[in-house]
């Protein structure tokens, strides 16, 4: 037999199925070597069940978040940064693979990174919204200096920003962009849980959260999300600008699910491409 035909396809959980969930639903039902889709997880069983009859060609199984790894290889988080404790923890303690997008997560609950570590599981976080992490990481095993990062959204896209509310932070009806936020990642990490997963996943890349300067701004003169680094190293200096289109969720822009196809299709690739 030919051991190509001999490889068994390695199981895909959803958990979340909302904008970048239902993109990746799809994306791995269509077809991406070497993976199937084996299960979603939903907090409303019966509306996914629903949709998946209804967009799906191969059904799965809908399921909580605790069992989904049940029926996995490999996990990818797309729920409320809130949510990644009660998901990770069983999918690390099983040795298995964690795809985070909310990466500011991690920060609150370093453990998981632990879990991972002792139980031979993996937590992958994909490039994202962002650009150039390769060239962050093989910067960092040099010495960097210093990394900036500038972002800014349209005003629908901090709409619910704990930081905002805690602040005072008044954004509605600004005509020009307005800084809305000066300081460290880590700081940033939980005033914009929904916001700001791309700076963490930059200070991972780098010199840290508490190394990476950050500014925000709301921008009611732009209709997408852009973000600038600068990076500073004993290997090169460079800056980056990416200027996404945001998906149905403002939120979270269109490439953040096709980094995520991207990273699945590398993973059962025959030629891996980047760092």
């Known amino acids: 037999m030919d051991k190509h035909n001999e490889v068994k396809a390695t199981r895909i959980g959803i ?14 039902d269509a077809g991406i070597p070497g993976m199937t889709l084996g299960a979603v997880a939903a907090r409303n069983i019966q509306a996914a069940q629903d949709w998946i009859a209804a967009e799906l ?8 978040l605790e069992s989904l790894v049940e029926h996995c290889d490999l996990v990818i988080e797309c729920a409320p940064a809130a949510l990644m404790p009660t998901l990770g923890a069983p ?12 990466s500011g997560a991690l920060l609150e609950h370093a453990h998981l990174i632990e879990l991972a570590r002792a139980h031979g599981g993996q937590i992958l976080v994909p490039t994202g ?5 390769d060239a962050v990481i093989a910067a960092a ?4 200096r210093s990394v900036r990062m500038v972002s800014r959204k349209p005003v629908e896209g901090f ?3 704990p930081f905002l509310a805690a602040n005072n932070i008044d954004i509605e009806g600004i005509t020009e962009p307005l800084r809305i936020f000066a300081g460290k990642a880590r700081e940033a990490a939980t005033g914009f849980p929904a916001n700001l997963n791309v700076a963490i996943s930059l200070s991972l890349a780098g010199i840290g959260p508490d190394r990476t300067e950050l ?5 009611p003169t732009i209709t997408r999300n852009t973000h600038s680094i600068t990076v500073d190293s004993d290997a090169a200096s460079f800056t980056m600008t990416i200027q996404n289109i945001p998906s149905e969720n ?15 299709r590398k993973l059962g690739a025959p030629l891996a491409v980047g760092t």
């Open 15 to 28: 958990a979340g199925l909302g904008t970048i969930g239902k993109t990746l639903a799809r994306a791995i």
């Open 57 to 64: 060609k191969h059904p799965v199984p809908v399921t909580g």
């Open 91 to 102: 999918v690390l303690k099983a040795g298995k693979k964690l795809v985070v997008l909310s």
């Open 129 to 133: 919204a962002l650009l150039g992490l």
């Open 141 to 144: 095993e040099g010495e960097i």
């Open 159 to 161: 709409r619910g920003a």
């Open 215 to 219: 500014e925000i701004w709301a921008d």
């Open 250 to 264: 403002p939120k979270t822009g269109r490439i953040t699910a096709q980094s995520v196809i991207a990273l699945l």
